[in-house]
Each structure stands twice: as structure tokens, then as C-alpha cells.
């Protein structure tokens, strides 16, 4: 565990001295997408469950804090654990429906939902259609830091970050954690042993959906937007990409594969459509080259997990 920890404090280091020489509202990106991702690789890498459908979470969470920030004028720290919790329901009646299959079947139902919900918040009048939630207020966290400075914000949003990550750490390694694993190596055997793998599936689904929430509320406080893209496919795509590339099964691979994505789409957006085109280069190396992703690798080579 030793190991870890350091990895730990380096990752917090290089958070707190970044904004010295890197935009903030930048780095608040990389950490909204890397909580997502990490979110993400909590099912996937430890459960075994594949979602090409969590795009759903982000952006529920991002109308939900949008519209309670702006309409209701609630605080932020509110308006995260109301969105927060409406991406955790979310998850719960998905995840009833989703995780009767396994496979490529869970997959597909997983699409074939968030398909649904982005339609749904196309046509309702609180979302805005196709213009989204503009302006949103970014409030005073507990009625006395003012996060339109960004300075401010920048620790509101680490601190979730830091909240998100922690919570996946201890998930991890708890007995929860270590039965989600063993459901994931053999499912047979683990059912075999007595556990109602579905359940522990469900639930990882729930704990997955709810933290992809909290990125996606906080992400919309940082651009004070909440938008359609957050609700398309294609996001469910990218944070599939953040993972692999970071390294599947790690618990810092997805936070420096969001890291290097947001970075890709940011310093490359002038070559327009070729960012997309460089991005799958990228990953066809990475599978290629580095089957365990960034994080993976250097881990196997210490020979100590990451």
C-alpha cells in the first residue's frame, strides 16, 4: 500500500502547484473527467461490466445541478449532492434492467438506454433543447467563498475530485471491492461460493453511476453549461478511451488518461476534425504497445499495483 500513498501524494501534489503554470479552468476539466473515468473503470475494470452508456450519468447530473443552481438558486455544494443523487436513481432502475444480461448484451442495453435519455432531455423544456442551461450561477460554497473566482472553484472542484477518488479507493479495497473482483475473474465460482453476484453487480452499477453524476455536476458549475454533448454516445465513447489508454483495472490510470485525452482535444483542437483521427492513432498504439495502458504498464514493471 506504501506505494500507493506516494502515488497518491504525487497526484495531489501536481494538482495543487499545476495552476501556476497551467489555466485552471483547464485543469478543472482534466479533474472532472478524470473523477468520470475513474468512475467508469470501477465498473468495468473491477466488475467486469462494460457500459457504453455512461454518458447518461454525466449529463443527468449536469441538467440536475444546472437547473437547481439557476432556477432554484440553491448553493453549489447542494446542487452536486441533489444531482449527484439523481444520477444514483438513474443508475438504479437502469442498472435493474441492464444488469439481467452480461457481455455485449449488457452493453448494448446500457447504449440503447442512454440513447433513451438523450432523447428525453432533447425534447423537455427544462433542458433547454439544443442550447443547453447557460449562465449557470456558480453560487458561494456554504454561503461564503465566492466561486465565480476561479481560484476558489479550483478548490471546490479538487476537493471533490479528491472526495470521488478516495470513495473509489476505499470501494476497492474493501471486502465489496475484493467479492466484485472475484465476480469478475470467475462468476460461476462466485456464485458457486454462495454470493448473489446481480446484486453486487447492481449496486457497483449504482456506486459507478453515482460518482460519474458528481463529475458531470461539477463539470457544469466549471463552464456553467450543461449541455447535450454531455448526454451523447460519443462521451460514453471517450471515457471508454480515457480508461484503456490510462490503464484498465488501475486506480490512476484513468486520471492520467483523461488527463492526456482533454490535453489531446484541447492543444490539438485548431486541426479541427484530425483531432479524432490522432486520438485513434494514439490508441491503436497504446493497445499495441502498451496492452495494460500507462499506469499499467509502469505498475507491472515495478511489479507493484497501481
Request: glycine letters at 10%; aromatic letters at 14%.
Amino acid at each position: 500500500m506504501t506505494h500507493q500513498w506516494v502515488a497518491f501524494a504525487i497526484m495531489v501534489l501536481a494538482f495543487a502547484i499545476a495552476p501556476i503554470w497551467i489555466y485552471p479552468v483547464f485543469l478543472m476539466k482534466v479533474m472532472c473527467f478524470a473523477l468520470f473515468a475513474c468512475a467508469f473503470n470501477l465498473l468495468i475494470g473491477f466488475g467486469g461490466l462494460l457500459s457504453f452508456g455512461h454518458a447518461m450519468f454525466l449529463g443527468t447530473a449536469g441538467y440536475a445541478a444546472a437547473h437547481a443552481a439557476k432556477v432554484w438558486g440553491w448553493n453549489p455544494e447542494w446542487a452536486v449532492l441533489f444531482a449527484t443523487a439523481c444520477s444514483a436513481l438513474l443508475a438504479v432502475v437502469t442498472g435493474l434492467l441492464a444488469i439481467r444480461r452480461q457481455g455485449i448484451y449488457f452493453a448494448m442495453i446500457t447504449l440503447a438506454l442512454s440513447q433513451m435519455v438523450f432523447f428525453v432531455y432533447l425534447q423537455t423544456p427544462f433542458t433547454g433543447g439544443e442550447d443547453g442551461i447557460q449562465a449557470v450561477p456558480r453560487g458561494q460554497l456554504f454561503g461564503l467563498f465566492d466561486l465565480s473566482n476561479n481560484t476558489a472553484m479550483y478548490m471546490f472542484v479538487m476537493a471533490i475530485f479528491l472526495i470521488g477518488f478516495a470513495m473509489i479507493w476505499r470501494i476497492v479495497h474493501s471486502p465489496f471491492g475484493q467479492i466484485l473482483k472475484a465476480i469478475r475473474e470467475n462468476q460461476d465460482r462466485a456464485i458457486s461460493l454462495g454470493y448473489d453476484t446481480d446484486h453486487y453487480k447492481w449496486v457497483a452499477f449504482i456506486m459507478s453511476g453515482a460518482i460519474a453524476g458528481m463529475a458531470g455536476a461539477t463539470k457544469s458549475l466549471v463552464f456553467q453549461l450543461a449541455s447535450l454533448t454531455d448526454v451523447h454516445w460519443s462521451m460514453s465513447g471517450e471515457v471508454v478511451l480515457m480508461t484503456l489508454v490510462g490503464g484498465l483495472g488501475t486506480l490512476f490510470g484513468p486520471v492520467l488518461g483523461a488527463a492526456v485525452i482533454v490535453s489531446m482535444q484541447n492543444y490539438l483542437a485548431h486541426l479541427g476534425a484530425w483531432v479524432t483521427i490522432i486520438q485513434g492513432l494514439i490508441f491503436v498504439i497504446c493497445v499495441m504497445a502498451f496492452r495494460r495502458g500507462i499506469i499499467g504498464e509502469i505498475a507491472n514493471w515495478i511489479k507493484k499495483p497501481l
